[in-house]
C-alpha cells in the first residue's frame, strides 16, 4: 500500500489524451475512507492566482521524486 500526505509531488499514472503528462500536482489534503483513499491535489505552474483543487483517487497517482 502507498502513503500519500500533504505536500507531496505527485502526476497522473494514465493522464486523459488532452491532457499534458508531465504536468504536476502538489497534495493538499488527504481523506481516508472505508474503501478507498482520495486526495485533493492542485496543480503546479499554471500561474493562476487561484489554482483550481481536485479530489481523485489515489489509485491514479504516482509519486515524484
Known sequence: MTYFEAGQKVKFVK??????PDQEYIIVEVKEGIDDTRVDISPLNLGLVYPPI??????????IK
Not at 493522464?15 to 499534458?20: F, G
Not at 481536485?54 to 509519486?63: F, G, I, Q, S
Open 54 to 63: 481536485y479530489t481523485v483517487n489515489t489509485k491514479d497517482l504516482a509519486w
Open 15 to 20: 493522464p486523459y489524451p488532452d491532457e499534458n
